[in-house]
């Protein structure tokens, strides 16, 4: 399971920026390597609600990115567990079986961006 967690990453200069007086700055999640080739299959703005979970399940060819943006939830990706919170992400590679539980008092939001590494890419629930 990989994860990112924002807070720990530092804002650098923007690579069009002047390093020296930068108008905008980034913090890289993700680089060249860290996820397969693909094409975009889907971008999300998901939610759980307060007590909710979603079903166990995988994809048969998509990678999935999660990026937490408020709330607390439980992932377990096959069997690694962690508790992710805003400014986290995680990756679930193709085949990997996952789920998130909300573990808090308000409803979890957090992107989700599917990246196909062939055709298909069924979700299988378990």
Do not use: C
């Amino acid at each position: 399971m990989k994860i990112v967690r924002f807070k720990e990453l530092d804002f650098i200069p923007a690579s069009h920026e002047d390093p020296k007086n930068p108008g905008a700055l980034k913090k890289v999640l993700l680089k060249t390597g860290d996820l397969p080739y693909g094409k975009i299959q889907m971008i999300n703005w998901a939610r759980i609600p307060v007590g909710k979970k979603f079903e166990p399940h995988y994809h048969e060819s998509m990678i999935e990115v999660f990026i937490m943006m408020n709330g607390r939830v439980k992932a377990k990706i096959d069997n690694e567990e962690a508790i992710l919170e805003k400014g986290d992400m995680v990756i679930a590679k193709e085949g990997q079986v996952h789920t998130f539980e909300n573990l808090g008092q308000e409803d979890v939001d957090y992107f989700a961006l599917g990246l196909a590494t062939s055709e298909g890419g069924k979700s299988i629930n378990v």
